[in-house]
């Protein structure tokens, strides 16, 4: 298994590499009237219109960081942006390093699973809970 790894803030998050369409700097975007705040709007790719979610506000976090980075993924039929501070690596894994997290809130459960290494946790997101709900053009 192959994932990529990005930091959110102070966390490191992953998703694995088959769901990732390419990564982009952060570039202007146009913000669309009454949307929820965790949609920063969309952006022109090659002539794509690509619909971006703030990752920070929709994991609910707090960082006074700006993202310079944008991981187009797909997920279903859609590509969308997820803003990321930075993307820090692939990393490749056996599932069998995996922990399952278990559900603490009432909504839909964002994070799959987290892959822990000596000194560090990677959280592995589920982009189909992250996204569902996520008014998303």
Do not use: H
């Amino acid at each position: 298994m192959q994932l990529v790894a990005f930091r959110i803030g102070r966390e490191e998050y992953a998703i694995p590499i088959e769901q990732v369409r390419e990564i982009i700097n952060y570039m202007p975007v146009t913000r669309l009237p009454e949307t929820p705040a965790y949609f920063k709007g969309i952006i022109n790719v090659r002539g794509k219109i690509i619909p971006v979610v703030d990752s920070a506000a929709r994991l609910d976090l707090v960082t006074d960081l700006a993202a310079k980075q944008i991981v187009i993924v797909e997920t279903g039929d859609k590509e969308v942006g997820l803003t990321v501070d930075t993307v820090t690596e692939v990393i490749q894994t056996a599932d069998g390093n995996f922990s399952r997290v278990e559900s603490v809130g009432n909504d839909g459960q964002k994070i799959r699973t987290v892959y822990n290494l000596p000194g560090r946790i990677i959280i592995l997101l589920d982009l189909e809970q992250l996204l569902t709900g996520a008014a998303v053009a």
